[in-house]
Nanobody
Framework: VQLQASGGGLVQAGGSLRLSCAASGRTFSNYNMGWFRQAPGKEREFVGGISGSGGSTYYTDSVKGRFTISRDNAKNTVWLQMNSLNAEDTAVYYC????????????????WGQGTQVTVSS
């Protein structure tokens, strides 16, 4: 599966962004999708995941209630809606595909997008 993330940018604290991840190459619905982020000097961090059907989602505690993951398998796309952004959300955001479920470690994901920069100004 090839993944292409987009939608990053510069936003003020309290604002919103929606990231997109377009997939191609294999049956998209066969994969659970995850979003990760990596800030400068830090390890890649799990943000949230969504099941292949889109019926289940899970998030890391720091984004619960602010971020929402959704997908449209007909469009081979997964989204990360980010609201109430703060400076701690500044990072490069990556989408990834996995066959495992409730996977939070980067090594559990088989395919990765190239990343999109999100910068939140305070």
């Amino acid at each position: 599966v090839q993944l292409q993330a987009s939608g990053g940018g510069l936003v003020q604290a309290g604002g919103s962004l929606r990231l997109s991840c377009a997939a191609s190459g294999r049956t998209f619905s066969n994969y659970n999708m995850g979003w990760f982020r990596q800030a400068p000097g830090k390890e890649r961090e799990f943000v949230g995941g969504i099941s292949g059907s889109g019926g289940s989602t899970y998030y890391t505690d720091s984004v619960k209630g602010r971020f929402t993951i959704s997908r449209d398998n007909a469009k081979n796309t997964v989204w990360l809606q980010m609201n109430s952004l703060n400076a701690e959300d500044t990072a490069v955001y990556y989408c990834a595909a996995a066959t495992c479920w409730v996977c939070r470690l980067p090594g559990e994901y088989n395919y990765w997008g190239q990343g999109t920069q999100v910068t939140v100004s305070s």
